[in-house]
């Protein structure tokens, strides 16, 4: 999953009803018919909604005709473009507005964070890494973080899986003072979380590892974790819980998100079974942010 445009193509799906857009998604999120890169959805007009997927390759229109037969969605309306070569982190930059969640501000290193005073400020840059804040998923977790912190809650230890820009563990870290480890299957998110930490003053505690899965010598030996976040797709997160449970200590917290309102359930009962009640639920933007607590 991206915030930013990774794909080589985007296709769009338009004026579609809120109970179609999230079905279509969470479909594109399951993989069952080509590989998705990202995937997003957004209210353009009120009780218009349009679907973005981006993929490595074009789809065909038989991969579509596939799509909607197995989704039971009828017929569509889309476009499907090549996304054009540019500069994303200057682009990004020229757009790029603060984004207040919880406990913190999310913004460029061209804003000031003198202007959000009582805000923890978390300097990420638009570029290749999933993260800013400007997506429903990233700032669903800062809420559920903040909350947390709210009750009281305090981390020692802290595991960012699918780190992405590493927003998510800069943010644990500003907030508990505590060391974190970002994971991600790209090296170069790895490496854009660890300038990450650096430029927000966090880097000497912050250990990145170009790994996918939680398992890995190099992670679990650093563990046990009280603090996991998983910010990524349904598919994968089911597919992570016997991973992510291993490396969990007693009664860590667990924030996962990335996840459209159907998929809530699958991945509820994919930790349940492995000791995880859930704490709360939030909904930002169309997509659902899970907080849970190991049990045993």
């Not at 991969?63 to 476009?79: K, P, Q, R, V, Y």
């Not at 003053?201 to 398992?215: K, L």
Request: charged share 20%.
């Amino acid at each position: 999953m991206s915030e930013h445009l990774t794909g080589q193509t985007i296709t769009r799906f338009s004026g579609l009803s809120k109970d179609k857009a999230e079905r279509l998604a969470a479909l594109l999120g399951e993989d069952l018919v080509f590989e998705t890169q990202a995937v997003s959805l957004e209210e353009i007009t009120p009780s218009a909604w349009q679907v973005e997927v981006y993929t490595a390759t074009e789809p065909s229109n038989a991969d579509i005709e596939d799509l909607f037969s197995i989704g039971d969605l009828g017929t569509l309306a889309f476009t499907s473009e090549p996304v054009p070569q540019m500069d994303w982190v200057l682009e990004g930059l020229k757009t790029l507005q603060p984004v207040e969640a919880g406990r913190f501000v999310v913004l460029g290193s061209h804003s000031s964070p003198a202007e959000y005073p009582g805000k923890l400020p978390i300097i990420v840059d638009a570029g290749v890494a999933f993260g800013t804040g400007h997506h429903g998923t990233t700032a669903g977790c800062l809420v559920a973080l903040s909350d947390l912190a709210k009750r009281g809650y305090r981390a020692s230890n802290i595991l960012d899986v699918g780190t992405g820009s590493g927003v998510l563990a800069i943010g644990a870290q500003k907030l508990f003072r505590a060391p974190a480890m970002g994971t991600d299957v790209d090296a170069p998110s790895v490496d854009t979380a660890l300038e990450n930490a650096k430029q927000n003053g966090v880097g000497p505690e912050f250990r990145g590892i170009c790994t996918g899965s939680p398992a890995d010598r190099k992670v679990s030996e650093c563990g046990p974790f009280d603090l996991v976040f998983a910010n990524i797709l349904a598919k994968p997160l089911i597919r992570l819980a016997p991973d992510i449970a291993l490396v969990a200590g007693r009664s860590c917290h667990l924030i996962v998100s990335g996840l459209l309102p159907p998929q809530t359930g699958p991945v509820r009962v994919a930790y349940g079974r492995r000791g995880f009640g859930l704490k709360k639920r939030y909904q930002l933007n169309g997509w659902s942010t899970l907080v849970f607590q190991k049990t045993n």
